[in-house]
């Protein structure tokens, strides 16, 4: 059976399911994106996606295809058809098919796509051992704080990675990392303090980033949002990646030099599990 997939108003098999050359994502990389975490065929904090989807369409002057409160049923919809348990919700929005101009076209839908992926999110080999990143060049554009679907810096991030034999890349910017290829980055530091890079434009506002914060919290763990260099992430005591797709990821290698006894950190290890029963709790 093959997977349906939503498109503008219509649940097609996957194979009839098309978006039309001139389609302003396809040209320009004119679109947002989230992606939801499902466990036991539940969105996970999808409320909070949707409005970091309205800000990201709000930042670009796009329109929403759709009042945004008719997008999480379609979600679900999604979940239900393919029956997924566990996996991510994919959704994108675009400014719609135009002849290829550069400036806004007048008169146009958005088109908006959503999609399902099946992952066993909750037994996770990545997550058991914990993974190992390699830092590189930060190359993307000044406002990542925005979801867009411009992907080709990370995409060649993350190969460039593999190619070198690590899971993933942090990104460096003047001497800093801003945040991971597709998650945000944190350290531990030798007396147990979570650090991880403040808001602002030149790193996504994660949602999996703010639930774990709010858990370390709760759990009395100190956090300080500053930035912080490859060097004081090489002497850190134990690291660890966010995002719906991975929720905490274990780092136990950064440019080839291993973390503490090189096995998951106890912050790190904790923090996930927090946040899958949480997660798990609100599905
Ligand atoms: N990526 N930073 C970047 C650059 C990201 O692309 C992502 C998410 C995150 C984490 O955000 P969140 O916790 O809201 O997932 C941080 C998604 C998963 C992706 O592109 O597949």
């Known amino acids: 059976m093959s997977r349906i997939v939503y498109v503008n108003g219509a649940y097609l098999p996957e194979e009839e399911a098309k978006i039309s050359v001139f389609d302003r994502g396809f040209l320009f990389a004119d679109g947002v994106y989230e992606v939801s975490s499902v466990l036991a065929g539940k969105l996970i904090d999808n409320a909070a996606h ?13 329109a929403p295809p759709l009042p945004l409160d008719e997008i999480p049923p379609i979600q679900r919809e999604i979940v239900e058809r393919n029956g997924l348990d566990q996996g991510t919700v994919y959704l994108q929005v675009t400014r719609g098919a135009a002849d290829r101009d550069f400036p ?27 993974i190992s990143v390699v830092t590189l060049p930060d190359i993307r554009w000044q406002r990542r704080d925005i979801k867009t679907v411009q992907l080709l810096a990370p995409a060649l991030a993350k ?18 990392i801003t945040e ?12 147990g303090t979570i650090v991880t890079r403040a808001l602002s434009n030149a790193i996504l506002h994660g949602i999996t980033r703010r639930a774990v914060l709010a858990l370390a919290e709760r759990e009395g763990l100190k956090v300080e949002e500053r930035s912080f260099t490859p060097e004081e992430a090489y002497e850190a005591g134990e690291a660890f990646i966010t995002s719906a797709s991975t929720f905490v990821y274990p780092v136990v290698k950064i440019d080839g030099r291993i973390l503490g006894n090189g096995v998951p950190g106890p912050v790190a290890t904790k923090l996930r599990q927090l946040y899958i029963e949480m997660a798990l709790a609100e599905a």
Do not use: C
């Not at 007048?106 to 058991?128: C, M, W, Y």
């Not at 991971?180 to 007396?191: M, R």
């Open 180 to 191: 991971g290829s597709s998650n945000n980055a944190y350290i531990v530091t030798l007396d």
């Open 104 to 130: 806004f076209p007048k008169g146009v839908t958005s088109s908006l796509v959503i999609f399902s992926q099946e992952r066993n999110l909750l037994e996770d080999p990545a997550a058991a051992h914990g």
């Open 159 to 176: 190969q460039a990675a593999l190619d070198a034999g690590a899971k993933d890349a942090w990104l460096v910017e003047d001497g800093h």
């Open 50 to 62: 949707m409005a970091r989807l309205e800000r990201s369409l709000g930042e670009l002057k796009m």
